[in-house]
C-alpha cells in the first residue's frame, strides 16, 4: 500500500546548528520526492524536491539526499535561522489514482531558537 | 499569475449538515486535488479532477464529492457532517503531464469545524 513514515514528528535546534528529518515509502516505484514547509496558519509550499535519477540536490542551506535501495529519503537544513521554524512535509507519489498525486508524511514541527 | 484561491477561510457547521467549499486554480493549471488535513497531521488525499473528471481517490467516503468547471475552478461537497469532518481542506492545482510528476501549488485553506 502507499505510506509514508517521518521522523522526528518535533525537532528543536538552536539556531546555527544543523536539522536533519528523515522519510521512508513503500512504493519502490516512486521516483519523485518533495519537501514542502508550512508556517503557522499558511499554506504548503514546495522548498525543494528530488527525482530517483539522482541522489542528492541541494539549493543554498537546504538539501535532500536520497537512498532509492533503502527507499528513504532526508532534508537537511545548515545553519538553521528563526525564520526556520515552521512544520515541515515529506512526501512521495501515490501508486495509482490521479496525475501528481502526493501522499504526505505525518510532518515534523521544526523550532529553532535564538 | 493568480495563485490558488479558497473560499470560505472559516466555517462553522453542526452534525448532519452539509458544505461546500471552493477553490480556483492557479493560471495554467488543469488538475485540482484536494486535501484534509486533521491538526497535527500531513495532508490526505481526499480526490483529484481533471478534465472535469474524478481522476483519483484516496480512502474517503462517498459523502465527499466533488466538481470540476470548465474554467478548472473546483467544489468539494460533503455530506451528512461528522465531527472528524473538522479539518483545514486544502485545494491544490497542478499541471497534468503523463509520466511526470509535478508540484502542487496549494491554496490557503477552509478550516471546517463541525459541532
Known amino acids: 500500500g502507499e505510506n509514508v513514515e517521518q521522523h522526528p514528528s518535533t525537532l528543536s535546534v538552536q539556531e546555527g546548528d544543523s536539522a536533519v528529518i528523515k522519510c521512508t515509502y513503500s512504493d519502490s516505484a516512486s521516483n519523485y520526492f518533495p519537501w514542502y514547509k508550512q508556517e503557522l496558519g499558511k499554506r504548503p509550499q514546495l522548498i525543494i524536491d528530488?527525482?530517483?535519477?539522482?541522489g542528492e540536490k541541494k539549493d543554498q542551506r537546504i538539501a535532500v539526499t536520497l537512498n532509492k535501495t533503502a527507499k528513504h529519503f532526508s532534508l537537511h537544513i545548515t545553519e538553521t535561522q528563526p525564520e526556520d521554524s515552521a512544520v515541515y512535509f515529506c512526501a512521495a507519489p501515490g501508486a495509482s489514482g490521479g496525475y501528481n498525486k502526493l501522499i504526505f508524511g505525518a510532518g515534523t514541527r521544526l523550532a529553532v531558537h535564538p | 499569475e493568480t495563485g490558488v484561491t479558497q473560499s470560505p477561510t472559516h466555517l462553522i457547521k453542526t452534525r448532519g449538515q452539509q458544505v461546500t467549499l471552493r477553490c480556483s486554480s492557479q493560471s495554467g493549471h488543469n488538475t485540482v486535488s484536494w486535501y484534509q488535513q486533521a491538526l497535527g497531521q500531513g495532508p490526505q488525499f481526499i480526490f483529484q479532477?481533471?478534465?472535469?473528471?474524478?481522476?483519483g481517490r484516496g480512502n474517503f467516503p462517498p459523502r465527499f464529492s466533488g466538481l470540476q468547471f470548465p474554467n478548472y475552478s473546483s467544489e468539494l461537497n460533503v455530506n451528512a457532517l461528522e465531527l472528524d469532518d473538522s479539518a483545514l481542506y486544502l485545494c491544490a492545482s497542478s499541471l497534468a503531464r503523463a509520466g511526470i510528476t509535478g508540484e502542487l501549488f496549494f491554496g490557503e485553506g477552509s478550516r471546517l469545524t463541525v459541532l
Open positions: 479532477y481533471y478534465r472535469e473528471e474524478e481522476n
Open positions: 528530488i527525482r530517483s535519477n539522482v
